[in-house]
């Protein structure tokens, strides 16, 4: 496994919340699973994938974590075009 150098745009995790911790309310699944964290900054030091870090983000916080992707990217969309949506706007105002 590759070191990756300091100064990386990373992406970390971390838990915010354990189970016991959460709110008694939620959904028994939801209830079980820890809520977590996952925040990109410029790694703070050398480090592994997996080994627990500090990043400093963009506006200057310095965050802990475990280490989980290189240069993350975003992976969401607003979904597929919805045609009828294109034209709201643009049609002729009627007098």
């Known amino acids: 496994m590759a070191k990756v150098s300091h100064g990386t745009w990373v992406e970390i995790e971390s838990v915010v919340l354990t189970p016991s911790e959460r709110a008694p309310q939620i959904p028994d699944d939801t209830r079980a699973t820890p809520y977590m964290l996952k925040v990109s ?28 992707t290189v240069n993350p990217s975003y992976t969401h969309s607003f979904g597929s075009t919805v045609e009828e949506l294109l034209r709201i706007g643009t049609e002729e105002t009627q007098q």
């Open 41 to 68: 900054g410029f790694l703070e030091s050398d480090a592994l994938l997996g080994e627990d870090v500090a990043i400093k983000t963009l506006i200057g916080r310095t965050l802990k974590g475990k280490l989980i």
